[in-house]
């Protein structure tokens, strides 16, 4: 199998609720992430580089951000005449109501499904930050022979997101024979990213049979319920980085493991595209200090900056200290201020003189267009 025969599905309004702050007016998949990315670009990256010609992104409210992010898809080499990337929103000839879940959302999509010529789909939502070699999945599916193949990693359970598969019992060919959903435990254990290859018309006759039944779980009503029915896999991407982001604490977690250079490198070992914005180089003032930090183009720099991550067109004043910090593109930070574990959205502004302090376990984080 390579991966002209497999369709990508990227979810980018999925598990919203965890990055409330950060998600009010834009889709999960539009959020900002290590100083240039957004969410969305490590599935469609991941997706690309297996080799995907056919990517749909299937969102459902506040995808303006997301719109001017993915455009015609010429950052990943989506912008074709035949196959690319498509935009699913949820209007339809007939209808203009918005998805209820995931089964709703890939049921409002069937045509999508329907007239593309790959024979597999490959399901994705965008809170999980990996570099991941997809071949390799595609292959371990049809050696293995699998009805589905869901890609799991081993380590501590997302709390804050809902239906979280974990693979209870897996025999030595990855068959999972038991599985939880939502389990109440602080233990490591080997969990769903959420990432599924399945054949297309399997896709779509378990979700059109959920439909009919007014069924709403993907994951209970679909995937559990036939565990034994059908040949269900686990592919164990432990290896690879990944981040599971259930909590605006998890963001700020998974953005601060970045700063090691370990962590970066299994990260990027392979190209993550996205939309670029051309701007001038940094400019560092005369009594600026930067010490481990990730500093974006087009910023200027005055004061000192440690352990934090800088977005594009960030200005910060003289006399000014931000430590363990992230902030978004355009925030403007005045002189003399003190900044100590804040995520900071875009066009953020704070004044000179202001003090704002978090700490590593309770960051704080101001939304977009604050002034403080």
Known sequence: MNGKKVLGIV???IHEEALDSLTAMRTMGSVPFCSRFRLIDFPLSNM????????????NANFQSLMDHVGTGKPWD??????????????????????????????GNMHFLNQSNQSYVLMSDCNNILSADYSKLFEAHEKSGADITILGVKGKMPKNIGSVLTFDKVDESGRITEMSLDRDTDEEVFYSCNIMLMKKYLLETLVSTA???????????????????????????????????????????????????????????????????????TLY???????????????IIEGKVENCIIFKGVKIGKDTVVKD?????????GSKAK??????DKNVTIRDGVELSGANSF????????RV
């Open 78 to 107: 989506l912008s074709r005449k035949t196959d690319g990337l498509f935009l699913l929103p949820p209007f339809s000839v007939g209808s203009a109501n918005m998805w209820g879940n995931r089964i709703d959302a890939i049921y």
């Open 48 to 59: 690309v580089e297996s080799g995907i010609t056919k990517i749909g992104v299937v969102t």
């Open 325 to 333: 910090s992230i902030l978004m593109q355009d925030t403007v930070i």
């Open 363 to 370: 960051p704080v984080c101001l939304t977009k267009n604050t």
């Open 11 to 13: 979810f980018a309004n």
């Open 211 to 281: 439909h009919s039944k007014n069924e709403i779980s993907f994951q209970r009503n679909i995937i559990m319920a036939n565990t034994k029915s059908l040949k269900i896999h686990a592919f164990d991407a432990t290896d690879c980085f990944v981040g599971t982001i259930d909590s605006i604490q998890s963001y700020y977690d998974i953005s601060m493991s970045l700063l090691e250079k370990e962590n970066r490198k299994k990260l990027f070992n392979s190209p993550i595209l996205t939309k670029e914005r051309d701007d001038m180089p």
């Open 339 to 344: 900044i100590n574990c804040v995520i900071a």
């Open 285 to 299: 003032g005369p009594d600026s200090c930067l010490k481990n930090s990730l500093v974006a183009d087009g910023c």
